[in-house]
Structures are given as C-alpha cells and as structure tokens.
C-alpha cells in the first residue's frame, strides 16, 4: 500500500482551468514586476503548481490529518514521556483574552493577576517538590537541567570551590543528562547499575571525591524503578560537598507521595508540558522550571516573582545566573500548569501517581508471561521489557515495534534504556481505562505469538500504513521532503 493510494497528492488532484479562489481586479496601478524584483531573482517560467478546487485543498489537508497519530486518536505507550490525555478546560483558560493578550512590556500594576499565578504555581512546585524557591524560566526539561548545573556550578564557584568539575549520571540516565553536563562544561562520571536496577552504591563511593560538583539522577529511574538507596546515596555525595540534581522527567510516578527534597536533592525540574498539562509532542510548547534548596535560591536566573501584601514584583536574585530565557519563560503553558494543579489538589495529584503506577504494574504483569522481564520487582509510572525472547526467533524488538503499527498505536520507546538488551519501555499513564490497557496487552500477546508461529508477518511489518518499512538510514540522510514529478 503506498501513500498514493491513501490519501491521493494534492498535485494527483490537478486539473487545467480549476481554482479555488480569484484575487479581485486590482484598484491601484499595477507596476510592472521587474521594477520591484530584480531581474536575476524572477523565474523564467512559472511554477508547476496545481489546479484544485477549494474543496479538493479541504479534502486533501484533512486526509492528511487523519494520518497522524495524537493522544486524541489513540493510546500512546510511549515510555519515558508521559503522553497522557490533557483536559480541554486548561485550553479554554489558556485562551482567556486577560492572559493570551497579555504584553511582556506590560508594567507591573497592569499584570498583577499573572504575577500572582506565576508567584502561586511557584509555591505549589516548591510545596511539591520540599524545596525552597522556584523559577519558571526554562522552556523545557533539558533547559531545566542546562539552568539548574549552571546554579550548581555558580554555588560552588561562590564557594571558592571551582574546581569541582565532575557530574555523576547514572548509566541508564535520560540521554539529556550526560549532555547538558558536558554544555556546561563538567566531566562526565557514569555510574554502574546495581542487579536491583538501581545505583550501585558500592561504585558510587568510589567515584565521589573532592572534584565532584554533584549526581544527576531521575528517581524512579528511565527502568521505572524507585532507587531504594536513595537516602544513603545522598548522604554519600553530600558527606563529600556535592548536591544533588532531581531530573522530573519521571515525577508522575510520585505526585503526592514522596518529595524530592525529602530524599536529599538540591536541585529539581519539572516537566510541566508532562507531568502537569500542556499538549506534549510535535516540538513544543514546553515548559521545565526549577525548584532549588534554600542555599541555591540567590542564584536563580532573574527576575522572579515576589510578594509584598497584595502586591507582585521582579526581584533579581542576589547571586543570580542571569537570564535564561526571554521575559518570563512560557506563560500559558504555566498557566494550564497551575490549572492543573489547582483542580486535583493534593490528594487529586497523589491518585494520578497511585493510578499511574498501578497501571505499569498491571500491564507488566500481564505481559511478563511473554516478555522477558529484566528487572523482576515492583514499578513504578513505566516498565522495561525486554525482546530478547523474540530475538532468538529471529524477531527483534524493533519489528515488534513496527507490528505494533499495523494494529493502529504508536509504537512504545525501543532500546532505551541502554543497560538492557531489546528494550521496550511502555508507560500506560493514569488518563486511560483498564478497557484499553487490555486491548493493547491482547496486542502485544499477539505479536509474541505470531513472533514465534509466524515471524515472516511480524519481519515484514507494517503492511498496512501508508508508507511501508524505510530503510531508517538512508531515511535519516537522504530525506525525501517535498513532491518530485515522476519523470
């Protein structure tokens, strides 16, 4: 099946003489278009556009939209990124002319409500979190991590103590880690997994020292595992000066539960387009604000939003790294944060993590009878699986993925993390019903078993989407972007 026979292209429509739409007669002089273009930027014939009606353009963009794939289409098994259904109402606040029309030039008398929202969902991230102060400056998690190692780093400078330049990652860190630490200028030090999944504390007192600045860690971890040691890990990198980095990537799995600063870290992001509302995909908009000890708090970026009575204000930190991002960070994705937050409550926040892990449980569970299961212990938000059973049939995880298509979902990540073999990592979230995480176990149950009566079909997959199997590197090098007539 190729994409021609799904949704004709839009040039197969064309027809000489057809239109969707006539300018009306000019009321000015015209001017001769060589006098406002300069002769060598002017084609010499013109583009082979086509001719459609209105009516095939409708058509034909609103095929093509049926296509993609999105949370409103279908359940997205995608681990690692908390794809969950998010409510309609926060966009309907979102568009409220007293926010969406607001100016970032504005003065300070004329935006008090939005200071007030930006002071109050500061508060709730610290109150969540067991930290201190908050900025909502960065735009994304990854911009959260670059900001909070740049906090660290200024800390320990202040201190006189520069020469700090080593961060420990975990070897089955988010891939951002060991980046952002390298952008801001630290060594990468990896730290080995324990046979629970979690850090091997043994390794780790061996790694810290007088040069370590701190530990990045994601607590569940990318297995979905809760790291059991993490008191005893904190203490170990704080008893030699270091702090540590709390990546929320992973926070919908403890909402309510557990507080990051009561485990020891210094430093959090939270991922408000994930963990808090916000559509999430397709490159933005995002939102990765920081919450900070109370030492840190004098070098956060500036401004931030202070409270002074009933009045809101910039303040510029102390100690403060400087800007990170143009004004204020991404309101409106702060804003459905904030709604979000508002509308569970405490309680409403910790049912999601309640709900969300009992999801994974659940679903691991039931698809542990047909995968293997690396790591044999109680999840939390996600789960690692691994197809090395399938493997041994000649099917690997990446054609598990690919059948996936052919049953209409969006395939779950694949080979991450790194320390297991033919990963599959799958987070159900809490936004879907016990009816649906059903149908996709009997999904994936069916694909382990035509893996082993049948593997050509599963080899061989997706046969029935537009666009059958690529050849992923010469896709990824030579992309083929824009129509080209058959010759």
């Known amino acids: 099946m190729t994409a021609k026979q799904v949704v004709p292209l839009i040039f197969e429509r064309s027809s000489p003489g057809r239109r969707g739409y006539r300018l009306p007669d000019l009321d000015v002089p015209e001017v001769a278009v060589e006098e406002l273009i300069p002769a060598e930027f002017l084609?010499?014939?013109?583009?082979?556009?086509?001719?459609?009606?209105?009516?095939?353009?409708?058509?034909?963009y609103t095929q093509l939209s049926r296509l993609n794939y999105a949370i409103d289409v279908g359940f997205y098994p995608l681990g690692s990124?908390?794809?969950?259904?998010?409510?309609?109402?926060?966009?309907?606040?979102?568009?409220?002319?007293?926010?969406?029309?607001?100016?970032?030039?504005?003065?300070?008398?004329?935006?008090?409500?939005?200071?007030?929202?930006?002071?109050?969902?500061?508060?709730y991230l610290a109150a969540i979190s067991g930290l201190s102060e908050t900025t909502l400056q960065p735009a994304a998690g990854a911009h959260g991590e670059l900001t909070g190692l740049m906090?660290?780093?200024?800390?320990?400078?202040?201190?006189?103590?520069?020469?700090?330049?080593?961060?420990i990652v975990p070897d089955s860190a988010h891939g951002t880690n060991p980046a952002t630490t390298a952008m801001v200028g630290y060594k990468v030090v990896e730290v080995p997994s324990d046979e629970r999944g979690g850090v091997n504390v043994e390794e780790l007192r061996k790694l810290v020292g007088p040069n370590t600045a701190g530990l990045m860690l994601t607590n569940p971890n990318t297995l979905g595992l809760f790291d059991e040691n993490i008191t005893e890990i904190a203490k170990i990198v704080h008893d030699v000066g270091g702090l540590l980095y709390y990546d929320g990537a992973n926070a919908n799995a403890i909402l309510g539960i557990v507080r990051p600063g009561d485990m020891g870290f210094d430093v959090v992001h939270y991922n408000l387009h994930k963990t808090f509302s916000t559509p999430h995909g397709g490159g933005g908009p995002g939102a990765g604000p920081i919450v900070v000890s109370?030492?840190?708090?004098?070098?956060?970026?500036?401004?931030?939003v202070r409270k002074d009575g009933d009045r809101y204000y910039f303040h510029k930190p102390e100690h403060t790294i400087g800007r990170m991002k143009s004004f204020y960070g991404h309101f409106l994705v702060c804003l459905r944060a904030y709604a979000y937050i508002r509308s569970h409550g405490p309680s409403g926040l910790r049912e999601v993590s309640e709900t969300a892990v009992l999801h994974a449980n659940y679903m691991m569970r039931r698809l542990q009878e047909a995968y293997e299961l690396p790591y044999d212990r109680i999840c939390m938000h996600e789960f690692v699986l691994s197809g090395v059973r399938q493997k041994e049939m000649g099917v690997k995880t990446l054609d598990i993925a690919k059948r996936l298509l052919d049953y209409g979902y969006h395939a779950p990540t694949v080979y991450f993390p790194l320390n297991v073999d033919e990963a599959i990592m799958i987070e159900p979230t809490e936004t879907?019903?016990?009816?649906?995480?059903?149908?996709?176990?009997?999904?994936?149950?069916?694909i382990a078993r035509e893996a082993e009566e049948n593997p050509e079909l599963v080899l061989n997959a997706p046969s029935k989407t537009p666009v059958t199997r690529l050849d992923e590197s010469r896709a990824?090098?030579?992309?083929?972007?824009?129509?080209?007539?058959?010759a």
């Not at 006189?160 to 961060?167: K, L, M, T």
């Not at 109370?294 to 931030?304: D, N, Q, R």
């Not at 990824?476 to 058959?486: C, F, G, I, S, T």
């Open 81 to 123: 990124c908390t794809m969950k259904y998010n409510p309609r109402v926060h966009e309907d606040l979102a568009s409220m002319p007293g926010f969406a029309n607001l100016h970032p030039y504005q003065p300070e008398e004329s935006v008090q409500g939005a200071l007030q929202l930006m002071y109050e969902l500061g508060e």
């Open 432 to 446: 879907e019903s016990k009816a649906t995480l059903d149908e996709f176990i009997e999904v994936m149950l069916t």
């Open 151 to 167: 906090v660290i780093k200024a800390y320990h400078e202040y201190q006189g103590e520069g020469h700090r330049n080593e961060i």
């Open 43 to 60: 084609r010499e014939e013109p583009p082979e556009l086509p001719e459609v009606s209105e009516l095939d353009v409708v058509r034909h």
């Open 294 to 304: 109370k030492e840190l708090a004098p070098f956060l970026p500036e401004p931030v």
């Open 476 to 486: 990824a090098r030579q992309p083929v972007l824009r129509w080209q007539k058959e």
